[in-house]
């Protein structure tokens, strides 16, 4: 009886490290991410792009807007012209991408250290692309740029 235990237990332990993790959020998570919520650790390269990727910045705004859906639709319900609620919506979002854009250093690096990965983690091409401009800036005239 002692034997058979240990061989049921590696075959559990060999039976769930052999799933295959996900890599990338399926809707719910994505939803909960956008609002705040941790991923799985199998998916930080995932959120490592969608943070510091090429297209961070517009996966941000999209991503912002998603929380404010519930209370654009409560807009649309008031009583009045149908341009009058149509410009409560246009004025929430404009108001909610000012804010999302704002503070969108603060989110990504709060994001950033709740999923593991460093705060100040940048672009690569990015920081690249700052370097050439130092270069350049340093070779034009003469010294360090400020």
Known sequence: MTASVPSMRTEQVTSVTSKKQRTSPNPLQWLGYSVGRKLPDSMQEWVRNDLIGDWAVPRHLIRSMVPFIPVFAAFMLFPGPLALR??????????????????????????????????DLENPKKISRHDAEKAAYEKLHGGPAT
Do not use: D, I, T
């Open 86 to 119: 149509a410009s409560m919506v246009l004025l929430g979002v404009l108001l909610a991408l000012f804010y999302s854009v704002s503070y969108m250093a603060q989110n990504r690096s709060r994001r950033l250290e709740r999923h593991g990965l460093p705060s």
